[in-house]
């Protein structure tokens, strides 16, 4: 069958919600201000980013702005001498921000510690002189396993800071994966705690590290670092060992700055996995710094005043970007939390909001959902007065989920801004500004300097109100430089759609030039000829009460082709039943029409989702098919296991 | 018989439970909770409204009790202190700071009888302040449900034109504006209230008097409709209505009804909504800046 790759689109959603005139006149890019922008970048695209290049501090200045001659390895800013760290930290030593707070961290059990950005710079330097005395160098690859404590980000900027190239790896991962990510990166040293918090646990953290390392490649690993968080008592090995307060306690409190080339590799980051294998994305100093620095600003108007939270883990993109970087780079405050947000109790995140006066909410769609479960009573017992901005990344946001956001966190008056960008990307890509108009569940429109369209498999783009394959038709500078010893997966990402860069999303554009992310390339569904994007699917599933989470797949039917099957879990309070089924049923219709017929839906007490909160489709239709289940080091929870299907199948009559 | 309500802070477990014995007779103290760091009695404190802490002076958690006291120096109503030491050495700290008394433990036969008579003293003009609310207590919550509501107006073909045109005057991102701080005076339980006008979301004609409505409240007015139109109208207000003035600013959501029209609604807990045919949809948009 010839598919040009376009997709239907069936969700209609046509509410379009207008900024309050107030947070227009605050803004710090106006309306105007903002078709300016876009228009310069569009006349000359250089000159914009040159101009953001201008935004930082560089040792020297580049060549020219983008030497794309061996496309698709573009090189931004060749020539350049630079060092994130020395944006995100050194500068503000001598401006007013050396005072500033750089850090808020809160631990689960309620314990605080606070940096400025003068005690955070003295830090990372006192490490930076511990790391270069255990012999590592610029270019050394080292693994960081760690949750979010003020050490994680120490160790990032330290290892940043002499040149060397950190991968954090999500404390929750296994051994196992933890493994395979030091043998792929060639890791000389390991960061790691004895412990943390997590859920009112502890979770011992090193007895995994030592795990990982049983086997790992023999000429890698020389040491580890272990940070004190729980106080347990660890095995330390002889000669290769070392606490963290042992190695800092004698080092200076200054550090020289290791002067980098601008495409130096930064950090290593390991996708999640949703798709297949882990593979390590590669992101270097000078076009990641340009990027990241420029679009968070920009799409987070951040002031002076502003307290600014990200609830990703430092070890996805988001937590690198828009939780460590971006903020410091920015001078602004940020606020960090170790534990669960249920501890000990549903309120735990608002609780932190209202302590500290959060301005601006950066979180995931997975747990906006999640706390939408506990009802409206949790919000209501904390003065979220302070927030101002509110921001969702990670997978679509249902209009539901939006619109919960905006009124019960929001109070109605802050934006919800629904940014759209990977780890492959860095920086955001297609976001709202605080003054954009917003329709729930757009990511509205590319920012200035990123080039986005909607095609189909030929390149060519689709018509208004058409799913296609999402593109990014120009370099950006935050853009990935490569996988990790893999240039042919790096080609293939540009080879897909040809000369463009496709993100395995879906997407269509509404008349008004709006875009609409409708899920993954992989999770589309063929029912008799139409093409439906899950996420459209499960967005419908979302406006009936009854259901708080759901995955739709594509399950292979002898009339159809292929057929929806969807997994729900229910909102307490509800019993899975023939009554439910039939009511699902009719919702659905009545959302998308008489196309997006579902074939069954079952019930499922959890769906199996990456460890970034992200729901593996992919897992749910191995299951199905009896095909392949893939690599599951990304996996949530891998003791996760397909139910009996014949048991639990609720099958349509 | 009101009691004055009692937290034991003492890293000792064999100190507090002595305590709570000794206090179990006492009338008019009643034990309410035991702490072993500064931390959280502060944390208790700002849940419960005590009227006497009985703090250690070294306690668990890195805060000492005369710490504590020194936190404790600026609050009103701030509950009395009775220090407990083996030693004598911190007493004038402790009553620099205003300590009601300084126990010397274990207490000399008869001593607490002197303790409670000054804890009594004080209770005579100690006033109990009821613990803070939490933002939006069970009464107001169940309120909201009820109160939130929408109101919906006609708003006639041959008008829908001018309001367009208003809005677009409103919404005009080019006028380069400052925020105004006009103000309008209001009363209401006998004080007078200055309400911002870009914090009012719409006025609505009551009798002889008039609502203003904010996002959370509405208060009653003595103008009459007509005159608040002539005050607010240079200020992006417009009549929709006979009964109904809109802050054209605070309509804020725009979307597709069944019967192929558009709507218009007001932000707030009572909010407005205004249809606008489906012709003038092309309008609509150049004047969003879609």
Redesign the interface.
């Known amino acids: 069958m010839d598919q040009p790759g376009t997709v239907d689109s069936l969700l209609q959603e ?9 947070l ?2 605050e803004a710090n890019v ?3 201000e903002l078709d300016a922008a876009r228009r310069f970048s569009q006349m000359d695209f250089m000159g914009y980013w040159e101009e953001a290049a201008d935004d930082l501090d560089w040792f020297k200045k580049w060549d020219q702005v983008l030497d794309d001659k061996d496309a698709p390895f573009y090189r931004w800013f060749p020539g350049a001498r630079c060092n994130i760290v020395y944006n995100a930290l050194d500068r503000h030593i001598e401006t007013a921000n050396k005072n500033k707070l750089a850090l808020i961290w809160e631990g689960e059990p309620g314990d605080q510690r606070k940096y400025t950005y003068f005690e955070l710079y003295r830090e990372v330097n006192r490490f930076a002189n511990a790391l270069r005395s255990l012999g590592i160098r610029k270019g050394d690859r080292v693994v960081i396993y760690m949750p979010p404590l003020p050490e994680t980000v120490i160790s990032m900027l330290a290892i940043a800071k002499i040149g060397a190239i950190h991968s954090v790896v999500f404390a929750g991962f296994s051994a196992k994966a933890l493994r395979q990510r030091i043998n792929d990166a060639h890791a000389k040293l390991v960061i790691t705690a004895d412990g943390f918090y997590r859920n009112g646990r502890i979770v011992s953290l090193k007895e995994t590290a030592d795990e990982a390392l049983i086997g790992a490649c023999a000429d890698c690993v020389d040491s580890m670092v272990v940070v004190r968080r729980c106080n347990l008592s660890v095995d330390m090995v002889d000669g290769r060992d070392f606490q963290y307060e042992d190695l800092v306690r004698q080092e200076r409190n200054e550090a020289p700055t290791e002067v980098m080339d601008a495409d130096d590799p930064l950090f290593l980051m390991y996708t999640s996995g949703t798709t297949g294998k882990p593979k390590g994305i590669v992101h270097s100093h000078a076009g990641y710094m340009v990027g990241v620095n420029r679009t968070l600003t920009t799409v987070f108007d951040i002031k002076p005043t502003d307290i600014f939270w990200c609830t990703a883990d430092p070890g996805w993109v988001t937590g690198h970007s828009a939780g460590i970087y971006g903020p410091l780079m920015a001078g602004t405050t940020s606020v960090m939390y170790e534990g669960h947000p249920n501890y000990p109790q549903a309120d735990r995140l608002w609780a932190i909001v209202a302590k500290y006066g959060v301005t601006i909410f950066y979180s995931a769609p997975t747990m906006i959902r999640m706390l939408m479960r506990f009802g409206t ?1 949790y919000p ?5 007065s302070s927030l101002r901005l509110l921001g969702t990344v990670g997978e679509p946001i249902a209009p539901e989920a939006w619109t919960w956001l905006y009124k019960n966190i929001g ?3 802050c934006p919800v801004l629904d940014t759209w960008w990977q780890t492959e990307t860095g920086m955001f890509m297609i976001a709202p500004l605080p003054i954009s ?1 917003l329709k729930p569940g757009s990511v509205t429109k590319p920012l200035p300097g990123v080039e986005c369209d909607v095609v189909d498999r030929h390149g060519k783009p689709v018509p208004p109100g058409k799913g296609g394959l999402l593109v990014v038709t120009k370099p950006w500078p935050a853009m990935m430089t490569g996988y990790w010893n893999d240039d042919d997966a790096f080609k293939a990402c540009w080879e897909k759609v040809p000369g463009v860069y496709y993100a395995g999303d879906v997407a269509k554009k509404d008349e ?1 030039g709006y875009i609409w992310i409708q899920g993954r390339a992989d999770d589309v569904i063929n029912i008799a000829g139409h093409r439906i994007g899950s996420a459209e699917l499960e967005a419908a599933f979302g406006m009936h009460g009854a259901v708080s989470e759901c995955a739709v797949i594509g399950v292979p039917d002898k009339i159809k082709g292929e057929a929806a099957k969807a997994f729900v879990q229910l909102n307490g309070g509800f019993e899975p039943d023939d009554d439910l089924i039939k009511d699902l049923k009719r919702t659905i219709r009545n959302e998308l029409g008489p196309v997006a017929v579902i074939k069954s839906i079952e019930f499922r007490e959890a769906l199996p989702k990456t460890r970034s909160g992200k729901i593996m489709r992919r897992v749910l239709k191995a299951e199905e098919t009896g095909h392949d289940i893939g690599d599951l080091t990304g996996l949530e929870d891998e003791s996760f296991q397909a139910p009996n299907t014949e048991g639990g199948e609720q099958e349509n009559p | 018989m009101p009691t004055l309500k009692a937290l034991l802070i003492h890293p000792d477990p064999d100190v507090r439970t002595a305590l709570r014995d000794a206090l179990e007779e006492v009338a008019f103290i009643q034990v309410l909770g035991e702490a072993v760091t500064a931390l959280e009695a502060m944390e208790l404190l700002e849940a419960i409204p005590y009227g006497v802490f009985f703090l250690g002076i070294d306690l668990s958690g890195g805060t000492s009790g005369i710490e504590m006291a020194q936190m404790l120096g600026g609050r009103k109503n701030k509950p009395a202190l009775v220090f407990i030491s083996d030693t004598e050495n911190q007493a004038y700290a402790a009553f620099e700071l205003g300590a009601t008394d300084y126990l010397l433990w274990p207490p000399a036969p008869g001593r607490m009888a002197r303790t409670m008579d000054r804890l009594q003293t004080f209770k005579s003009r100690f006033r109990e302040v009821p613990p803070p609310q ?3 207590d069970a009464a107001t ?1 169940s309120r909201d449900e009820n109160t939130e509501q929408t109101v919906k107006l006609p708003l006639p073909e041959e008008e829908q034109d001018s309001f367009l045109a208003a809005l677009k005057t409103a ?1 005009d ?2 006028a380069n ?1 400052r ?1 105004e701080i006009d103000k309008l005076a209001v009363s209401q339980d006998g004080r007078t209230i200055l309400i911002p006008y ?1 914090q009012i979301i719409f006025v609505e004609a009551f009798e002889d008097y008039s609502y203003i409505h904010t ?1 959370n409240q509405k208060f009653l007015s003595s103008h009459r409709l007509k005159n608040l139109e002539d005050r607010l109208g240079p200020h992006r207000f417009f009549r929709v209505h006979r009964k109904y003035l809109v802050n054209l ?8 009804m069944p019967g192929s029209n558009f709507m218009l609604r007001t ?2 807990r009572t909010r407005i909504e205004l249809p606008i045919s489906r012709r003038r949809i092309a309008e609509l ?1 150049k004047i ?3």
């Open positions: 046509e509410r379009v919600f207008r900024p309050l005139p107030q227009v006149i106006n309306p105007q009573q209501k017992q904390h003065d979220l109070r109605s008056e108009l008004d | 939490p933002q939006m919550e919404w991102q080019t504006r925020p870009d996002a600013d605070m309509v804020t959501e725009i979307a597709s932000a707030g948009k969003i800046g879609l």
